[in-house]
Nanobody, 112 residues
Framework: QVQLVESGGGLVQAGGSLRLSCAASGIIFSFNPMYWYRQAPGKQRELVAGITRGGNTNYADSVKGRFTISRDNAKNTVYLQMNSLKPEDTAVYYC??????WGQGTQVTVSS
């Protein structure tokens, strides 16, 4: 049974930082590309960042230079370091393995 469990969300002031974690089980983690998506109220889910099994990364233009995705294959965990947060970053953030399996999401709220 595949499980992706996100943690690290919360309420932060604009300009602050948060670090999201996603612990995976039930998959061969090191073989899978991993992604962070987000969905704000009334909006479609959008890709925030992705990391290949080789460690190559890609980011949405809106978060480039502020967010960093990383993975620890020994811990079966993917991270999203979010700096210089803006109110428009407010959303539920989801971890995904290969855009096939999804976590339950973690709320990030950035106050102005």
């Amino acid at each position: 049974q595949v499980q992706l469990v996100e943690s690290g969300g919360g309420l932060v002031q604009a300009g602050g930082s948060l670090r999201l974690s996603c612990a995976a089980s039930g998959i061969i983690f090191s073989f899978n590309p991993m992604y962070w998506y987000r969905q704000a109220p009334g909006k479609q889910r959008e890709l925030v960042a992705g990391i290949t099994r080789g460690g190559n990364t890609n980011y949405a233009d809106s978060v480039k230079g502020r967010f960093t995705i990383s993975r620890d294959n020994a811990k079966n965990t993917v991270y999203l370091q979010m700096n210089s947060l803006k109110p428009e970053d407010t959303a539920v953030y989801y971890c995904s393995s290969g855009v096939v399996y999804w976590g339950q999401g973690t709320q990030v709220t950035v106050s102005s």
